[in-house]
């Protein structure tokens, strides 16, 4: 192969046109990025970065991800079943390497500058990095391809990955912004009756609630009270590989400034909710969020918190909002629509290996839902 690979453990490290060849393009790839992974990355969370490059120049990147689940409990809910399934998770998989970012949602694992390299030649460069890790850094039990779309999957052909189990778990929700909405207005006045009507239903419950943007010294002040309500939510969930640090909303406006944004919900000046959004060239990510449980139902929090990121992205004129894969049915019903993505995972005990769809299948069962269509037929052209 006449290119080089070279391996980093610190973003201080990182080529100087590390953002010029890559970061520029994606934000989750930044230096800025990078540095909050470094400084407040969970607990069981290791990051390395590969550079790639031709004849000495830069020409692409990639993230790696090591996630230790020995003291990690992978299932939150205080079940028989999450135990046994906790049990599983952690003697088949003590740890696990992933190509990508396991704490977004979306191919935001590599780049590389298509003026100096086709994309056919792309995955056989990841492929030298996964093995370049496994050999030079650690052995894991799991190899994760992580959130690749379907158009990129089909480059992941032939005999060398027929030992891998090709995934997809959840649908990445996504809303592409209409260019005749203008204010937040219009984007409602498409919705049906029946959705239309729920949205305003739902803006008259959050009277006497306090919605602004935060700043460097408010999530200071915050960030104990968003991090209770982070876990909130993040302890409900039925599977879950990491917890974030208490630090980690004040590394990210730190390091991104204003492409990183925290609004926070304040009820008799007392924090009851947040969410936080990253903004990337045309497209805001939907990142982590937290709320009141004993709140959410009565005011509508989350569903306030989704029409609040819509606004937002139509007031900025972004083009698409990307609202990850939690959630889907209550994000249908305020337009946004699936995108299948897919991964591919591989165990290196061969044994283990010939048994990975099943055991895939029992750690992540399907979760059915139903998707809905709020816009009216007008409202759809």
């Keep these: 192969m006449p290119y080089d690979l070279k391996v980093y453990n ?5 080529p100087l046109d590390w953002n010029d060849v890559i970061g520029n393009h994606n934000i989750m790839l930044s230096k800025e990025y990078l540095y909050v992974l470094e400084s407040s990355r969970p ?5 390395y970065y590969v550079g790639f490059f031709d004849h000495n120049i830069l020409i692409g990147g990639a993230l790696f991800q090591y996630l230790n689940f020995q003291k990690h409990e992978t299932f939150q809910k205080n079940e028989i079943w999450c135990s046994i399934r906790n049990f599983f998770s952690r003697k088949m998989s003590k740890d696990l390497m992933i190509l990508g970012n396991n704490m977004l949602t979306g191919q935001n694992g590599f780049y590389f500058d298509s003026s100096k390299i086709v994309l056919e030649q792309v995955v056989p460069l990841l492929d030298a990095a996964v093995e370049k890790m496994q050999k030079e850094i650690r052995k894991t039990s799991l190899i994760i391809y992580k959130d690749y779309q379907s158009n990129f999957v089909s480059y992941f052909q032939g005999k060398k990955y027929q030992s891998y189990f090709r995934f997809s778990v959840q649908p990445n ?6 260019n005749n909405w203008m204010v937040f207005e219009d984007y409602v006045n498409d919705f049906s009756k029946k959705y239309r009507t729920r949205a305003r239903s739902a803006r008259k419950k959050f009277n006497g609630i306090e919605r602004c943007e935060m700043n460097l010294d408010e999530i200071k002040k915050h960030q104990k009270e968003m991090n209770i309500l982070y876990q909130n939510v993040a302890e409900n969930a039925p599977f879950n590989t990491f917890f974030l640090a208490v630090n980690h909303f004040e590394s990210m406006k730190k390091n991104l400034n204003q492409n990183f944004k925290v609004f926070g919900y304040f009820s008799d000046q007392r924090l009851i909710g947040f969410y936080t959004l990253i903004l990337n060239s045309e497209d805001i990510d939907t990142y982590f969020l937290g709320y009141d449980k004993n709140i959410q139902k009565e005011k509508q929090l989350y569903l306030n ?4 990121m819509v606004e937002f992205g139509i007031t900025h004129q ?3 909002i990307i609202f990850g894969r939690t959630a889907l049915e209550i994000k249908s019903t305020i337009g946004a629509e699936p995108f299948e993505i897919f991964g591919l995972i591989k165990h290196n005990n061969p044994l283990v290996n010939l048994f990975m769809e099943k055991i895939f299948a029992l750690l992540n069962p ?6 809905r269509k709020p816009f009216s037929k007008a409202g759809l052209n």
Excluded at 43 to 47: G, I, K, R, T, Y
Aim: aromatic share 6%.
């Design 173 to 178: 929700m996504m809303l592409k912004i209409k």
């Design 43 to 47: 607990d069981n969370m290791e990051c």
């Design 305 to 308: 918190m989704l029409l609040d």
């Design 10 to 14: 610190s973003v201080s490290d990182l």
């Design 366 to 371: 399907t979760k059915e839902w139903i998707q």
């Design 318 to 320: 972004f083009k698409r």
